[in-house]
T-cell receptor, first 114, second 115 residues
């Protein structure tokens, strides 16, 4: 059983829709991450939150908007997405952001943009 | 720039046999961390094993072990007594202690287990 839960598991949306991805971690961690995983490409780090404060934003388009209301929850708000945004979106958490701390991942949300 | 290369897009192995997945990386740093993650069809990325660069001893976790060659910048994963449940995508990742939270990932190797 995963300590990081992502919902929904699958999401199909039109380019004009607004939706949100949710991530919840039950591990007592204080850092959370959003990644984008596209076919045959390395994982791309999108956002990092440490102690509920955004500490990294890797030049992600503004149509992706993260929110971290507390250390256990992380959201990714989506609006006016493009077909190239179709991918698996993975959430992860860790105990701190030190480099020796492994990240624990959820099962991801498979996003398809029509 | 730091990069991670997994040169084998796909590997297959007979059940109960041993398989080695390769990973090389490029860095000018002397202190860093290396990880192998497994992603089965369930999609969850699972940590398999990690290695601190300052440790000469190769990390082991049950049937999983690494061959860490620091001078060659090589970090291969050996899976002994392969089991059907080992079938997955395997990703190698690098982390620099001074990095801005970045894990540098390889493109992955798909491991197929033949019964």
């Amino acid at each position: 059983e995963t300590g990081v839960t992502q919902t929904p598991r699958h999401l199909v949306m039109g380019m004009t829709n607004k939706k949100s991805l949710k991530c919840e971690q039950h591990l007592g961690h204080n850092a959370m991450y959003w990644y984008k995983q596209s076919a045959k490409k390395p994982l791309e780090l999108m956002f990092v939150y440490s102690l509920e404060e955004r500490v990294e934003n890797n030049s992600v388009p503004s149509r992706f908007s993260p929110e971290c209301p507390n250390s256990s929850h992380l959201f990714l708000h989506l609006h006016t997405l493009q077909p190239e945004d179709s991918a698996l979106y993975l959430c992860a958490s860790s105990q701190g952001t030190a480099s020796n701390q492994p990240q624990h991942f959820g099962d991801g949300t498979r996003l398809s943009i029509l | 720039a730091q990069t991670v290369t997994q040169s084998q897009p796909e590997m297959s192995v007979q059940e109960a046999e041993t398989v080695t997945l390769s990973c090389t990386y490029d860095t000018s740093e002397s202190d860093y961390y290396l990880f192998w993650y497994k992603q089965p069809p369930s999609r969850q990325m699972i940590l398999v094993i990690r290695q601190e660069a300052y440790k000469q001893q190769n990390a082991t976790e049950n049937r999983f072990s690494v061959n860490f060659q620091k001078a060659a910048k090589s970090f291969s994963l050996k899976i002994s007594d392969s089991q059907l449940g080992d079938a997955a995508m395997y990703f190698c990742a690098y982390r620099n202690p001074d990095s801005n939270y970045q894990l540098i990932w390889g493109a992955g190797t798909k491991l197929i287990i033949k019964p």
